[in-house]
């Protein structure tokens, strides 16, 4: 019989909660949020890193980054995984996040978990990724390199031309410097942009 009133006490005090209980729900929610949003920042920021990168890259396209202007070069100044591969901006952030978590998946569900499965898949990726790059007007790279920030008179001669070129037709970074940080697949299947449709 306590146990019954002792219910139903609760029940009444739910369904008409007083100032103190709407006070601690809002606190204790608001508090919740904040944690939420903690952790899930700290999720975004360390899944962002190199090391996470290099835990299933480490013997495909890590090395070949290594190896790259982006990784070592006489200024100094590096540009990792992340720099390249995810927009700086919040909600684009996020959705490349979540478009990524099928990598991650394919990684683990062993498409992609040897060198020599990776490379067989190389074409579709880099395809996917210069897609990507392309839609976006190479935003990655033009957070580092904007034509409009380019002087032009300190270029090569070659570069420069290329560079002028690209403006006027309208063409963005990944439509030159594919295989900029990492090896290029095997382009024989590749016509103008497009695999051969016979293969």
Not at 129 to 136: D, G, I, Y
Request: overall charge positive; aromatic content about 10%; proline content about 3%.
């Amino acid at each position: 019989m306590n146990m019954f009133k002792l219910i139903k006490k609760f029940w009444n005090w739910f369904r008409r909660p007083s100032h103190i209980a709407i006070g601690t729900l809002i606190t204790l929610s608001f508090i919740a949020g904040i944690i939420f949003w903690g952790g899930l920042n700290t999720a975004l920021e360390k899944t962002s890193t190199e090391e996470f990168c290099s835990s299933c890259h480490m013997n495909d396209v890590v090395p070949e980054y290594h190896n790259s202007v982006h990784y070592m070069n006489r200024s100094g100044v590096k540009a990792d995984c992340a720099d390249c591969h995810l927009p700086h901006e919040f909600i684009p952030k996020w959705v490349r996040k979540i478009k990524a978590a099928r990598e991650v998946y394919a990684h683990f569900m062993g498409k992609v978990d040897t060198k020599e499965k990776f490379n067989a898949a190389r074409l579709e990726m880099a395809e996917r990724e210069w897609a990507r790059m392309k839609e976006n007007n190479s935003q990655e790279c033009r957070n580092c390199h904007n034509f409009d920030d380019m002087d032009f008179t300190q270029q090569k001669t070659v570069a420069e031309k290329m560079h002028r070129m690209a403006i006027e037709k309208g063409k963005t970074c990944i439509d030159c410097h594919k295989g900029i940080a990492h090896q290029l697949p095997d382009m024989r299947e590749v016509k103008s942009g497009f695999i051969d449709e016979k293969n």
